[in-house]
């Protein structure tokens, strides 16, 4: 990826909050300063507002915060359910009840990918090797 190197004015009391993020999250100024820059610019237009403020804050979350969110997080029940509900779909007609819970799993499951992924790709943006085969992966809906 290709810097470019801009000279900006700032105040006083925002380099302040700059540098007090940045010694809290034991990272340079720069670094905060490109993550908040980053994190302000739009998201994709088809992503839901929430997820797309989650998803831009991580570039405020430290190394080891990042670390965790790389960690699957959807629950081994939750992948259970959704095998269950998956299987049950290729058996019979669904009631609107499980078609709805199978579409909430559903966007529990994409939710923890592209938080996963997201923390991953700020962590490589850091310089930190994100070896892919060395990460849990979470059980793929059937």
């Known amino acids: 990826m290709a810097e470019k190197t801009i000279a900006i004015d700032l105040p006083e009391s925002t380099y302040r909050k700059l540098k007090r993020a940045a010694e809290l999250t034991y990272r340079s100024v720069d670094e905060v300063l490109h993550s908040a820059i980053e994190?302000?610019?739009?998201?994709?237009?088809?992503?839901p507002p929430e997820l797309a403020r989650e998803l831009a804050a991580m570039h405020l979350f430290s190394d080891d915060a990042l670390w965790a969110?790389?960690?699957?997080s959807f629950s081994l029940a939750g992948q259970t359910r959704l095998m269950q509900l998956n299987q049950l779909a290729g058996q019979r007609k669904m009631t609107a009840a499980e078609?709805?819970?199978?579409?909430?799993?559903?966007?529990?499951?994409?939710?923890?990918?592209?938080?996963?992924?997201?923390?991953?790709?700020?962590?490589a943006q850091r310089g930190h090797p994100v070896e892919l085969d060395a990460l849990p992966l979470p059980e793929l809906p059937s």
Do not use: G, N
């Open 39 to 47: 994190s302000s610019l739009p998201a994709p237009p088809d992503a």
């Open 99 to 123: 078609m709805a819970e199978q579409q909430d799993l559903l966007a529990a499951y994409y939710h923890s990918l592209l938080r996963r992924a997201q923390a991953l790709a700020i962590l």
């Open 69 to 72: 969110a790389a960690k699957p």
